[in-house]
């Protein structure tokens, strides 16, 4: 069969509706007529062209990253986009620009950080991007530990003024997104000192370049941090530097939601707890996990794709075996798609969560900020380490190909990784999860009892009650045979008995230390692992909530289902140790988790194409031959491959004065 006929076959084995599942992936019928408006419309516009990335160099790469982003907000003026339909267009451009960081945290600063009044001078300016903002919290010296910022903020009473400073090298503002070259303010993070005292640190809206030629304002140094890792990828963004030497700004610059400066240099405090001066954070976190389940499905997409075209070995007749068909690709693979879909579950459940919490806390009521902050912080680290792994393996997983920049995924990869370490470092956010939920361990004997994600903690005694006889029997008595597996109120017993039990043991570890302080900082990758033991929970109980739902759509509930099994049981089968030292299951229950895992796989393969174009991603969108609709890769990746400005011409720069004379000695040597 050739290239071209193998897709439409494996489309044609699929057993449920393609495009009811579009509808259940986009999040609504609404979702996703405008993000496939938004798709095509990117698609069409040869403006957003992005195949040549990986060969421009830095100027030339940024400049066209300045042209496309200015021309998308053209197109979204003209075209009177919504809100939704932007972030669509821009989701679809699939270039990071400086526009991210204005969107995406400037504006949010100013929402939830200023005032009334504050918001009302400065929203309209950045709505029409007469001011462009970026948010400069991370220096040379600190990026995790926040407090421990040294830019200084001194209020000057005589001037009614803060003088923004930068006393040391380490002090100087690093990494800020937009910052380089294009912003003109930035929300500014620095410790505030009033009357000789120190407040924390705050954030500040500060000017940095001249509205009239763009230069840097007097006492202001910038410029950009760099190159970074790969070709294109994050390049296109103005990642800076930024030093203040006595800089002045109006008092009413500083962001006084939570905290008031009056004139005198008196600081009154307002009924907002402080944490929400890390509020933007909570914001992006949250936005980055709905991100995590696109790159990965974009990613998957590819690999699945280009699994069923691919053959190797197995040949009687003359046609091997496509790749897909191996159990070790599949056993691979498919865990990966059932993660895509996993992610954009719990994506849109954190979603819910965050607008949750925003309206309490418009109403005073900031009970649940704890419990946002730790499943923003757990979640983001969870999806985006997973993701970025994800993305390597489907590149493995494409063999010699997947390699080639052709492919998509060195980009995918390049531009990907960073969300590792940006906005939150994820091992530095799985101790924040850690902390909260040692808190609520501890806080279990007072009688407490844990609410919404914790809620599960609350069972803890009747738990620990089995411990003896769980070494020999498992707590879970109804798994006796492999569909066992497949009961929801049995999966997600195991994970919740093994989340609880490895908190509980860690919080009895740390009881042993005499200063908590010291026992958290010994047993802090021990309390890592119970944080994604956590983290996975909520995944999986998030994907089993998701199937309680109305699902329409012939098969849809069906292939969802075996999607969220897979998700569960590979985890359990990855993290086999923790359930068993927990004694939460028997190692005969673990095969027969195994072999549940093996049957789904065989129910996902023919359906395997079918879930991937679910995503409904555009050729454009992807950038990848081998992981095109239409399946026609070789022929493509043989034209592609003359695209590269090393066959421009037979002979290449550099013959005559190195290849030659190398060759000429060579022979030389050889009459001798
Ligand atoms: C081209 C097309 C153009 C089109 C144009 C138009 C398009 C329109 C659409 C645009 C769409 C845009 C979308 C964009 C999406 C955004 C993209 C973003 C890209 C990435 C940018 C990356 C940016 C950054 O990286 S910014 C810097 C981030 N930095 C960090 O994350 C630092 C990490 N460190 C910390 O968060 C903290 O310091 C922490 C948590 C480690 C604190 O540790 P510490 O112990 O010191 O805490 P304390 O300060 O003492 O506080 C303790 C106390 O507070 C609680 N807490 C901590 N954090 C939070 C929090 N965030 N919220 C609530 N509570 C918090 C903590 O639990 C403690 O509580 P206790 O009760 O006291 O225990
Ligand atoms: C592409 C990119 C874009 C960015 N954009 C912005 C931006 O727009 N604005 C902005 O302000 N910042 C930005 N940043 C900065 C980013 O937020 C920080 O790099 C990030 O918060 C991590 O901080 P760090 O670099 O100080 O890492 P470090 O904290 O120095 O981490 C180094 C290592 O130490 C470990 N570690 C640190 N603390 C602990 C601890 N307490 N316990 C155990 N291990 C620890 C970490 O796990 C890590 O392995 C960006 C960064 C990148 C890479």
């Given at each position: 069969m050739e290239g071209v006929d193998i897709l439409p076959h494996e489309r044609s084995k699929t057993q449920f509706d393609v495009d009811a599942m579009k509808i259940v992936?986009?999040?609504?019928?609404?979702?996703?007529?405008?993000?496939?408006?938004?798709?095509?419309?990117?698609?069409?516009?040869?403006?957003?062209?992005?195949?040549?990335?990986?060969?421009?160099?830095?100027?030339?790469?940024?400049?066209?990253?300045?042209?496309?982003?200015t021309y998308a907000w053209k197109r979204i003026l003209e075209l009177r986009l919504t809100e939704e339909e932007a972030g669509r267009l821009r989701f679809f451009v699939d270039e990071p620009a400086f526009t991210d960081l204005h969107w995406g945290m400037f504006v949010p600063a100013i929402k939830g950080q200023g005032t009334e009044e504050q918001q009302q001078k400065w929203l309209p300016l950045a709505y029409k991007m007469q001011i462009i903002g970026c948010y400069a919290q991370t220096e040379l010296g600190h990026g995790s530990n926040v407090q421990g910022l040294e830019t200084t903020a001194t209020f000057d009473p005589d001037k009614d003024e803060f003088v923004i400073h930068s006393p040391t090298l380490t002090s100087s503002k690093w990494w800020p997104g937009g910052l380089g070259k294009v912003s003109t303010h930035a929300v500014v993070y620095a410790r505030l000192i009033t009357n000789g005292e120190e407040h924390g640190v705050h954030g500040f809206i500060v000017q940095l370049r001249s509205l009239d030629d763009h230069m840097p304002l007097p006492g202001i140094t910038i410029g950009d941090i760099g190159m970074k890792f790969g070709n294109g990828a994050y390049n296109t963004m103005d990642n800076?530097?930024?030093?203040?030497?006595?800089?002045?700004?109006?008092?009413?610059?500083?962001?006084?939601?939570?905290?008031?400066?009056?004139?005198?240099?008196?600081?009154?405090?307002?009924?907002v707890p402080r944490q929400l001066i890390y509020g933007t954070m909570v914001f992006v976190r949250q936005t980055i996990v709905a991100d995590a389940s696109s790159a990965l499905s974009r990613a998957v997409c590819i690999a699945t794709r280009y699994s069923a075209v691919r053959r190797q070995f197995g040949s009687q007749d003359g046609v091997e075996t496509q790749v897909i068909d191996y159990k070790t690709q599949q056993n691979r693979l498919f865990p990966l798609l059932a993660s895509a879909y996993a992610f954009r579950f719990v994506g849109e459940w954190l979603k819910w969560l965050y607008t949750d919490v925003t309206q309490r806390l418009q109403a005073n009521d900031f009970s649940t900020l704890p419990e946002a902050h730790a499943c923003t912080a757990g979640l983001k680290s969870l999806t985006t380490t997973a993701t970025a792994d994800a993305i390597e393996e489907c590149r493995k997983l494409c063999g010699g190909h997947g390699y080639l920049c052709a492919s998509g995924l060195p980009e995918l990869f390049a531009v990907y990784v960073p969300a590792c370490t940006y906005e939150g470092d994820n091992v530095v956010l799985l101790l924040q999860v850690a902390r909260f939920l040692m808190k609520t361990?501890?806080?279990l004997g007072s009688g407490k009892k844990p609410i919404g994600t914790t809620a599960y903690l609350g069972r803890v005694q009747d738990l620990m009650q089995c411990r003896c006889?769980?070494?020999?029997?498992?707590?879970?008595y109804s798994i006796n045979a492999a569909e066992d597996w497949l009961k929801p109120s049995v999966m997600l017993e195991a994970f919740e008995a093994r989340s609880a039990r490895m908190c509980v043991a860690r919080a009895q570890n740390l009881g042993k230390f005499a200063n908590p302080e010291d026992g958290f900082a010994e047993l802090s990758a021990d309390l890592v692992e119970a944080a994604v033991a956590h983290c996975q929970l909520i995944v999986v109980s998030k994907f089993l909530d998701k199937l309680q739902q109305d699902i329409p759509g012939n098969g849809v509930k069906q292939q969802l289902q075996n999607l969220c099994y897979i998700y569960a049981l590979n985890l359990l089968h990855k993290h086999l140790g923790d359930f068993l030292s927990t004694g939460c299951i028997t190692p005969?229950?673990?095969?027969?988790?195994?072999?549940?895992?093996?049957?789904?796989?065989?129910?996902?393969?023919?359906?395997?194409?079918?879930?991937?174009?679910?995503?409904?991603?555009?050729?454009?969108?992807?950038?990848?031959?081998?992981?095109?609709?239409?399946?026609?890769?070789?022929?493509k990746l043989y034209e592609e491959a003359w695209k590269d400005p090393l066959n421009d011409s037979v002979l290449p720069d550099g013959y005559n004065e190195y290849i030659r004379p190398l060759l000429k000695q060579q022979l030389h040597n050889s009459r001798l």
């Open positions: 992936w986009a999040g609504s019928r609404h979702a996703f007529e405008v993000s496939d408006r938004m798709a095509r419309l990117v698609a069409s516009d040869p403006a957003f062209q992005k195949d040549n990335r990986s060969r421009l160099g830095r100027k030339e790469l940024f400049k066209n990253t300045l042209r496309k982003a800076g530097v930024l030093t203040f030497d006595h800089v002045r700004i109006p008092r009413n610059q500083m962001l006084m939601r939570v905290l008031q400066v009056t004139s005198e240099g008196k600081c009154v405090q307002s009924n361990v501890s806080q006889e769980v070494q020999t029997v498992g707590i879970i005969k229950q673990a095969s027969l988790a195994n072999d549940q895992l093996r049957s789904l796989y065989s129910q996902v393969r023919p359906n395997a194409i079918a879930l991937v174009d679910a995503f409904n991603y555009t050729d454009h969108y992807l950038g990848s031959v081998l992981g095109r609709y239409d399946g026609n890769v070789y022929p």
